[in-house]
């Protein structure tokens, strides 16, 4: 009976050919020597190889053009007629068209009329019977009485408290810094860098008067603060090579003008450059202290310098000075100057690309955060206060070199204006000077082209060597220890695996030698380009990348809203973070287009990889508050739209436990959940409430933390109660967010139900009731050898104990074989001895399958095997859809998920689906109809038309003999024999409810019997779930119907939607 599919088969609602289908019609009755197995009980179906359809039954071909060759056909015993008139087992007839497979049910079967829209020009819609129909009572109410179950969901999950271990650092004689020492110091001495002294001067001329990684990192998370990080520590390393550039020009200077050159001007300044810092790699590695001293040292040696500048413009000028262009303050001067200049290849951005570096050390103090005693004071106090101060020298000093110095001369002072020369109207012709040859040759002196000009103009000029040493020697420093100490911040976060080498600190202040070795290497790396004007703009760049973003952090955890935000500074504005943001990034490209592009690009290539890699930190960034706040709106705006039928995806809960207890469980919902529906693992804490939220709070993280370690997207979520069924009715009401809550129950087969506890059975039971009550979906999971792997994980954790406390012994035999000699050796051998340690063997796996050499009774390899079997990929197979009872859909929707997916896209479908024996090629054209509408793809259709005659005598007695156990047998007592019976085992099955749902007992056994025959080597079956009506069906009973239904078989899906429509063939 098969049917494959075709683009233009289903087109018309009657086939023009319809002797295209070959069909099989099978023939079984209760009374017929015939059998599924020659065996009493068929054989158990993890014992048995899949084999071909069993062929021990009669089969008839036939076409619908010859009516007659069924027409004649008679089952022995059975009333089978294959005319128009109705029988005991007819489903399709005016009459009784919703009692299907002819027994007293009004479930039906699927039809598409149940899919058509209101008002429909294809044919009515017709509402099939709701699940409040086919699940409530036909009389009065009967509660259920609720149970209890054991303490842990499921009633064996995992328990134990996880005990944290908390490591105590040794913090004696760590130095920490304050907002002095550590802040205002460190920023002043960088800001007054190697620019103020002998830069500055020169950018008067040309444009006249007119802990960042951590920051970022914690703002905007890893991706941007590892990618920024990386950068931010490179800039900081090339910022000693310009620091040390800057001193080893001056040196020069001083050796050229002593006639005391090495080599060349160029190569001076590489092996000054190379010497110092040597130097100042020695005074890093000797420690943060000694680092401070120094500081402090340089300080007051810049400081001196620059007053001896600002007293050096009141002293009168002297000719010499004259002639190099210094007359002191004068109007005429500064109005020369007041405007920009620019020399041939210069601009306003050329030029700030060059000074921009001085602003660099706004952020010395935030670099060495982790050694400040209060980093949240002495940051924003220090730093603000060195910015203003600095800010004010910086402005003082543009503004005194533009009033007393011109912007070119020639030194010579025989370049005076005698009686009868023409003056050119500069400044300097005005005040008795002549450079007018300036303009077409070069000059050494003046603004433009001396970068020793505060020397000249200085009151002792030795004082402003002494200070550019300081300024750039101090700032080289701070460089220097920055670098490695950002650098180090990154590596400990574990962002780029390959870099963890430079995170290990080493003495009372977790020093970075690692790191400053590196610093030192990339620093004289860039030495030996020795060109200031060429190193700047490549800083430039970096630090504006860094600034950019620090000012999008402040941007960023402000748009987020999170209640963590809260700024200190009181004047503090997002927008103009935004603004700072963008005006970095717009200044990058105009500095240097391309030298921008190759910043970016770089940011944005370690930005993906941290993406990709996703790193296991959690810093509370911006990027999670603002994902939070996201992700909360979209929940609210999809709460004011209706749902449609065509969103729809199964949300399920379900009852794992422990997640990890019950992977396979978990395995098969995560194959229809995954990227499309919400999964959410359950579990149920049963027992004194005190006890049970406290073990229940211990394991949230961490069973959530194996939930993403394994990438299941699913959540966790866990309840106490006092029993189980009412931990479940708990978590079916309030799970879930909106429209996000879930409408299907995914539990496991209880397989142990006939020896289970009572109150196990009604709990588990009532749950299935409660799912029904409330409207959702259920899904009954059942594998051969079962869900619970809990023992196993048990034995795993036990063995890996005992290998921490083998090497642990191993590791402290080793010390005290160096420490005490032989005696102490076989002393602890003797222990050890006690312990029964052996020799460490290597383990090539540390997963559940290398506990391989226990023995075999301490746990149950095929149950280990069989926890695993969703993770593979499953071959060419099939999955066999039995949707015999229109639930929406759910029946149908899940297998076609499941083949979407890349472990189960070789298996095809095939559906079956019950029919009348006369109409079997008529509903399969029906039925592949309504299958090419909802546009799922299938191989065959099996239009089964003997599923309502009797099981075979050998599978109708392993029936009674399960519920042997469990029958009343009152119609063989007296009535009040009977009564007192009914009373004390309210549980039992009466003889009175087996003969009502007898025939439903008949389909349970005899669906088995088909199962067995045509979906053995199935590599999935998924069936309609057989619902059992409140107060007309005791639990045990139902039970038993579900344990001879899917007796034997591959992996069964029991599934049962709500009735509502969950798939339409509208677009």
Known sequence: MSLNTSSNVFLDSVPSNTNRFQVNIINESHDSGAAVSDSTDPPHYEETSFGDEAQNRLRISFRPGNQECYDNFLQNGETAKTDASFHAYDSHTNTYYLQTFGHNTIDAVPKIEYY?????????????????????????????????????????????????????????????????????????????????????????????????????????????????????????????????????????????????????????????????????????????????????????ILLIAIANFFIGTVIPSNNEKKSRGFFNYQ???????????????????????????????????????????????????????????????????????????VRDATGSMNDTIVSGMNCNGSAACGLGYDFSRCQYEPCQYGLMNNFQVMSMVSGFGPLITAGIFSATLSSALASLVSAPKVFQALCKDNIFKGLQFFAKGYGKNNEPLRGYFLTFLIAMAFILIAELNVIAPIISNFFLASYALINFSCFHASYAKSPGWRPAYGIYNMWVSLFGAILCCAVMFVINWWAAVITYVIELSLYIYVTYKKPDVNWGSSTQAL?????????????????????????????????????????????????????????????????????????????????????????????????????????????????MKPNTLVIGYKKNWRKAPLTEIENYVGIIHDAFDFEIGVVIVRISQGFDISQVLQVQDELEKLEQERLALEAT????????????????????????????????????????????????????????????????????????????????????????????????????????????????????????????????????????????????????????????????????????????TPWKITDAELETVKEKSYRQVRLNELLQEHSRAANLIVLSLPVARKGSISDLLYLAWLEILTKNLPPVLLVRGNHKNVLTFYS
Not at 126 to 149: F, T
Not at 373 to 386: C, F, K, N, S, W
Request: glycine residues 10%.
């Open 331 to 405: 109007a005429s001067i500064f109005a020369e100057n007041f405007g920009p200049s620019f020399t041939k290849g210069e601009g306003f951005f050329s030029v700030f690309a060059i000074f921009f570096p001085a602003a660099t050390g706004i952020l010395a103090g935030a670099n060495i955060s982790g050694d400040l005693e209060d980093p949240q004071d002495a940051i924003p106090r220090g730093t603000m206060l060195a910015i203003f101060i600095t800010t004010v020298a910086y402005i003082g000093v543009a503004i005194c070199v533009a009033a007393c110095v």
């Open 627 to 739: 994902s939070y706040v996201s992700a909360l709106d979209n929940a609210l705006e999809l709460t004011t739209v209706e749902d449609h039928v065509k969103n729809f995806r199964p949300q399920c809960i379900v009852l794992t436990g422990g997640p990890m207890t019950r992977p396979a469980l978990l395995d098969i919902t995560h194959a229809f959940t995954k990227n499309s529906g919400l999964c959410i693992c359950c579990e149920v804490f049963v027992g004194p409430r005190k006890l049970c939220v406290k073990e229940m709070n211990s394991g949230m993280a961490k069973k959530q933390a194996w939930l993403i370690k394994n990438k299941i997207k699913a959540f966790y979520a866990a309840v106490a109660a006092d029993c189980f069924r009412d931990g479940v009715r708990s978590l079916l009401q309030a799970s879930g967010l909106g429209r």
């Open 813 to 984: 035999i080793k010390d005290n074989e160096c420490a005490e000699g032989s005696a102490g050796i076989r002393g602890l051998f003797k222990k050890a001895g006690k312990l029964n340690i052996t020799k460490p063997t290597p383990k090539k796996d540390s997963s559940i399958n290398s506990i391989q050499s226990m023995h075999v009774g301490e746990f149950n390899q095929k149950l280990v095997e069989a926890s695993a079997q969703f993770k593979k990929k499953q071959g060419k197979g099939t999955i066999d859809v039995w949707w015999l009872f229109d639930d929406g859909g759910l029946t149908l929707l899940i297998p076609y998920i499941l083949t979407l997916r890349k472990k189960w896209k070789d298996c095809k479908l095939r559906i079956y689906v019950g029919g009348k024996i006369n109409r079997i090629e008529e509903e399969k054209i029906a039925m592949a109809s309504l299958l090419s509408k909802f546009r799922i793809k299938f191989a065959d259709i099996h239009i089964i038309g003997d599923i309502n005659i009797k099981p075979n005598k050998e599978s109708w007695k392993v029936f009674e003999e399960m519920i042997e156990p469990y029958r009343l047998h009152e119609s063989c007592k007296d009535l009040t024999t009977a009564e007192k019976l009914k009373r004390e």
């Open 116 to 300: 058509r829209n209101t008002g429909s020009v294809s044919g009515p819609k017709v509402s099939r019977p709701s699940l409040l129909e086919i699940h409530e009572q036909l009389a009065k109410n009967v509660s259920v009485a609720p149970g209890s179950a054991d303490r842990v969901a499921n009633g064996d999950g995992m328990s134990g408290e996880e005990q944290a271990e908390n490591k105590e650092e040794d913090t004696a004689g760590v130095v920490k810094f304050g907002w002095v020492k550590g802040v205002l110091v460190r920023c002043m001495l960088n800001i007054w860098g190697v620019m103020l002294f002998i830069r500055l001067s020169w950018i008067v001329g040309e444009a006249g008067i007119g802990g960042a990684y951590y920051l970022i990192s914690r703002s905007l998370g890893p991706e941007f603060g590892g990618s920024i990080g990386l950068i931010f520590a490179f800039a900081n390393a090339v910022a000693v090579a310009m620091y040390v550039v800057g001193f080893a020009e001056t040196v020069v200077d001083l050796l050229k003008e002593s006639d005391s050159m090495m080599v060349d001007q160029t190569n001076d300044i590489r092996i000054i450059g190379s010497i110092t810092v040597v130097i100042l790699l020695g005074i890093s590695v000797a420690g943060m202290e000694w680092e401070a001293k120094a500081q402090v040292i340089l300080l007051v």
